[in-house]
């Protein structure tokens, strides 16, 4: 089946330092391959999305990039910020799933002055 | 974005009792929602998906007579734990699925805590 791990949290950073949250997925087929984040007391939001290899999504600084040889999708920012602070998920859709999407634990990321 | 808002954010009750958790799309109809449960330091784990006007189909593993669905309307569909127990506490989430395409939005989460 499929399956999605990250690295354990938490991840405590100053600001501006650089971020890589680690993520690694089995799947079969073509997956799509998203991050959500949750800020506290919020619902998930997509932050981006890759629907294909070598895909790069980018939002809000972050980006990361569909590896379909080292099967990864690894969140980086270059300069987090103190409202960055909140748990990142891992996700992948597999091929005709319709919308069941399998989660990774999900990392929380602590930003400091 | 589409909202989607759930309710409780919080729960605890004692071991044996029932708990309803409501998920709401306020301002979109949602034909499907999904319903997912987290314990500490494990993956989300998908649940159930609730369609509007039919039984809920449930992942392998979920009891569907002990996390009851309904889906009655298009703006919103509720999980009853029934007969909860210290086992069933956990972090539960509802999402949406946004008309026409197949983006998700998800509600905040309700911790379950049983005693």
């Known amino acids: 089946g499929n399956s999605v791990t990250q690295m354990e949290g938490p991840v405590t950073l100053s600001e501006e330092a650089f971020l890589t949250i680690n993520c690694t997925y089995t799947?079969?087929?073509?997956?799509?391959l998203f991050w959500y984040v949750q800020y506290p007391g919020e619902g998930l939001q997509l932050l981006l999305k890759?629907?294909?290899?070598?895909d790069k999504g980018s939002n809000k600084g972050f980006e990361a990039t569909y590896r379909k040889e080292t099967t990864s999708f690894h969140l980086e920012k270059g300069s987090v910020q103190v409202s960055d602070s909140a748990v990142y998920f891992c996700?992948?859709?597999?091929?005709?799933?319709?919308?069941?999407?399998?989660f990774g634990t999900g990392t929380r990321l602590q930003v400091t002055l | 974005g589409a909202v989607v808002s759930q309710h409780p954010s919080w729960v605890i009750c004692k071991s044996g009792t029932s708990v309803k958790i409501e998920c709401r799309s306020l301002?979109?109809?949602?034909?499907?929602m999904f319903w997912y449960r987290q314990f500490p330091k494990q993956s989300l784990m998908l649940m159930a998906t609730?369609?509007?006007?039919?039984?809920?189909?449930?992942e392998q593993g979920v009891e569907k007579d002990k996390f009851l669905i309904n889906h009655a309307s298009l703006t919103l569909s509720t999980l009853t734990v029934t007969s909860a127990h210290p086992e069933d506490s956990s972090f539960y989430i509802c999402?949406?699925?946004?008309?026409?395409?197949?983006?998700?939005?998800f509600g905040s989460g309700t911790q379950l805590s049983v005693l």
């Open positions: 999402s949406a699925l946004v008309p026409p395409g197949e983006k998700l939005f």
């Open positions: 799947a079969t087929g073509y997956p799509s």
């Open positions: 890759a629907t294909k290899a070598d």
């Open positions: 996700a992948l859709r597999g091929t005709g799933t319709a919308s069941k999407l399998t």
């Open positions: 301002d979109f109809q949602a034909t499907t």
């Open positions: 609730s369609n509007e006007g039919s039984k809920a189909t449930y």
